[in-house]
């Protein structure tokens, strides 16, 4: 039977409610589907630090390193310890095993309301990818002077044309796979170094894909048009800041942040890649068994897929649109009062069959 070695990394908050829920999914699956899933649970995070003093032991990516596949919840208790800290490890896996892809897809499914008045299931249906290996998230800078009023800090951004081309041609490869066009968000109004280059290398790739509709927007622009005109886009490129910026707005925008997957994804495959909701740990829910486990659920389907499960993946993503459209069982954010593990049941019960 094949069997995948998965590291579950369930982090903070809400992160470790929606992992329980995934891994009922995961384990639903694996019996309607025939496979296996060899689970291995590291308790990284506000928890490990209380313990011995660190979010996750020095040699956190060597532990990782020989997994098929890493499942995360959330990270980060900004109550008990900076996020700053707390979000290393996670940043640390992204950049060091080369997940250069993250995918965040953000669909208006039906029965769900779009906080957008007047839209209807897909008028929201994009894909944003984000640069995830560089750009403004690299370990570069620093605090001089910390506290005193003379306190400089810089930090800096790194784009090299290799990352930029790489995560344009994922791009332009994945639009063909869609509606066939691109849109790279840009802001090369203001940064004239960075974004320029962006803008050029979007030039030169775009000549070898005459097929894809391309075109470039502000992010300012871009966040202004999501809101007020989202059914014209398709797939979304942007850096590693901004395409953070645009996963949460695309998550609000096709109805809950509770709703968007993600995937960390190594294309090549020499490191394991990493699942995990869009979200946070939601401190202002935590404990409350309320959020909603459908993000981590839906990360859990691209995960099955990227391993080589894509029946097992659709099966879930279509419990979880079955779900949505009975609009029975769902957590407050969805306007339900249903509990995060009732929302898991229903889906291992849809899964079951
Ligand atoms: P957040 O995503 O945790 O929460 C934003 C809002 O969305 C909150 O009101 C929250 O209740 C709601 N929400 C999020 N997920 C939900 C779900 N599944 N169901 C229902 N409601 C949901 O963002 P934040 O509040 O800015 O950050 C909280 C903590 O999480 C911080 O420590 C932050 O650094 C961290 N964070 C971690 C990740 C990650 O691990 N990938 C992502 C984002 C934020
Ligand atoms: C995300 C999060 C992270 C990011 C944080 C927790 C470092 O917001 O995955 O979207 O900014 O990448
Ligand atoms: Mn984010």
């Keep these: 039977m094949t069997t995948y070695k998965v590291a579950l990394y369930p982090g903070d908050g809400i992160g470790i409610d929606v992992v329980a829920e995934a891994v009922k999914v995961l384990r639903a699956a694996e019996v309607r589907f025939g496979f296996k899933l060899e689970l ?204 953070d910026i645009l996963s949460d707005l695309g998550g609000a925008i096709a109805g809950s942040l509770g709703l968007a997957p993600s995937a960390n994804i190594n294309p090549e495959r020499t490191f394991p890649s990493l699942f995990e909701p869009v979200h946070g740990s939601a401190p202002d829910i935590a404990g409350k068994g309320i959020a909603n486990p459908l993000a981590a659920i839906r990360s859990a389907a691209m995960m099955l897929d990227f391993l080589g499960q894509p029946d097992a993946a659709q099966c879930i993503e279509t419990a979880v649109r079955q779900n949505l459209s009975a609009g029975a069982v769902r957590t407050p954010d969805l306007g339900g009062h249903h509990t995060t593990v009732q929302v898991g049941d229903d889906i291992v019960v849809r899964v079951n069959g």
């Design 40 to 243: 291995t649970e590291f308790d990284w995070g506000h928890r490990y630090w209380q313990r011995t003093g660190q979010v996750a032991p020095v040699d956190f990516l060597e532990k990782l390193k020989p997994f098929d596949a890493i499942f995360l919840g959330a990270v980060g208790d900004p109550a008990n310890l900076p996020d700053h800290i707390t979000l290393v490890p996670l940043i640390r896996i992204r950049q060091s095993f080369d997940q250069y892809v993250c995918l965040r897809p953000a669909q208006l499914l039906a029965g769900v309301r779009s906080p957008l008045a007047g839209r209807v299931p897909d008028d929201v249906d994009i894909m944003v990818v984000r640069e995830n290996s560089e750009g403004e998230y690299v370990d570069a800078g620093g605090t001089f002077s910390a506290g005193r009023q003379e306190e400089v800090s810089l930090q800096t951004a790194v784009h090299t044309r290799k990352g930029v081309e790489r995560i344009l041609r994922y791009s332009f490869d994945l639009a063909r796979t869609r509606r066939r066009h691109l849109t790279m968000a840009t802001k090369s109004n203001a940064m004239k170094y960075s974004m320029v280059m962006w803008d050029r290398i979007l030039a030169d790739v775009a000549h070898d894909y005459p097929d894809v509709k391309t075109d470039k927007c502000h992010i300012d622009a871009l966040c202004m048009n999501l809101v007020l005109r989202p059914e014209r886009y398709d797939v979304i490129i942007g850096s590693n800041l901004f395409g």
